[in-house]
């Protein structure tokens, strides 16, 4: 199939075209996103093949669709960047990843949380400057602190494994509970009394519009004070003016994201040299106890071969005019 592949970095083109010898499509890469700009670059490709930012609203869609794209590929586990409604609409198919090595986002979950308690960044550049003292640098024992998992899906799972290994205990929260996360020692709760119990709080969660801004000045007050807040999930999860509100008055009291609401303007980039219009990610990075890193937590080698793989699977199962086990279909 002719496959037009948008925000294309060289680790992509790499392993999609390792990938594609067992497939043989027709991978054309572009650099550029795709969204209303753009894609007219798509004119006479069977499909599209595109990454989390990509924006394929409604209008993107009605290009794409006009000019003869009837497959939507994503190379990611989130589809909350399509109008899934105008994609049917549109008689349009959308097939998505929906598993790759979940120990990428969950192990980087847990750095993220060591990090922030252990001050690993701080410690780094200090005793490069000949700087030994360790003021700043008190941290606490994971062992015996309640962790709450919001999702407790395949990287959800995974997560609170990791975290029994510390000695924590792990309460969790799901719309539709997962029957191995009670065989691992760990308890689901309501989720007001996940707020109200967890020393760190780890999003897993994917964005809907019943997810959006689940975390907010609402949930936040019923933390604990100073709990430790980890968003690897999808930023539209947090309401980020409530968070900064919450990190000035000391409520919350660690921030760790891989993600953004609004990083379709910054996060894959480099803007080393520009200057940054978002204020409200400006404010993120002045306090001393955030670490914003820009949507890495995928980026390990065993994800992205799995990635390509199925993703090219994906694209011949609906070429072969075979059942598609990735395909997204509309809820009814
Ligand atoms: P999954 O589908 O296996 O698990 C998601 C879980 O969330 C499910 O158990 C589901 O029931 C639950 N859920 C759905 N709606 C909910 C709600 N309203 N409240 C509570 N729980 C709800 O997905 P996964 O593979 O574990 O991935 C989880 C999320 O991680 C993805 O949706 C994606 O947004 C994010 N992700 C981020 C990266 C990254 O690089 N940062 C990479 C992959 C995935």
Do not use: W
Request: hydrophobic share 45%; aromatic share 10%; glycine share 8%.
């Amino acid at each position: 199939m002719k496959v037009a592949v948008f925000s294309t970095k060289p680790y992509d083109r790499q392993v999609l075209e390792v990938a594609n010898y067992d497939h043989e499509h027709d991978l054309v890469f572009f650099e550029v996103p795709l969204n209303r700009k753009t894609a007219r670059l798509a004119t006479g490709f069977s499909a599209v093949c595109v990454f989390v930012n990509d924006q394929l609203d409604q209008v993107t869609l009605g290009i794409l669709a006009s000019h003869g794209t009837k497959l939507v590929a994503l190379r990611c586990t989130g589809f909350n960047n399509v109008d899934l409604k105008a994609a049917t609409s549109l008689g349009m198919t959308v097939v998505r990843v929906s598993a790759y090595s979940p120990y990428s986002v969950a192990e980087f979950a847990v750095g993220l949380i060591l990090t922030l308690n252990r001050r690993f960044h701080k410690a780094y550049n200090r005793v490069r400057e000949g700087n030994f003292a360790l003021e700043g640098l008190l941290g606490f024992d994971l062992r015996g602190k309640t962790v709450g998992v919001i999702g407790t899906g395949k990287i959800g799972l995974i997560f609170a494994q990791l975290m029994q290994g510390f000695g924590c205990k792990v309460v969790g929260y799901d719309l539709y509970p997962n029957p191995n996360f009670e065989t691992v020692a760990a308890k689901y709760v309501p989720l007001s009394e996940l707020f109200a119990q967890s020393d760190i709080i780890s999003l897993h969660c994917p964005l809907t519009p019943e997810t959006h801004y689940l975390v907010n000045q609402a949930a936040i007050a019923q933390m604990k004070r100073g709990v430790m807040l980890i968003n690897t999930s999808r930023g539209g999860l947090i309401d980020t003016q409530a968070v900064i509100d919450a990190l000035k008055s000391q409520k919350i009291g660690a921030l760790g994201l891989d993600v953004y609401e609004q990083e379709s303007d910054l996060f894959f980039e480099d803007l080393s040299n520009e200057i940054i219009q978002d204020d409200l990610f400006e404010r993120l990075l002045t306090f001393p106890n955030v670490i914003v890193t820009g949507h890495q937590a995928f980026f390990t080698a065993e994800a992205l071969r799995d990635i390509a793989e199925t993703t090219l699977e994906n694209i011949t199962d609906i070429q072969a005019g075979r059942d598609c086990p990735n395909q997204v279909v509309l809820p009814k």
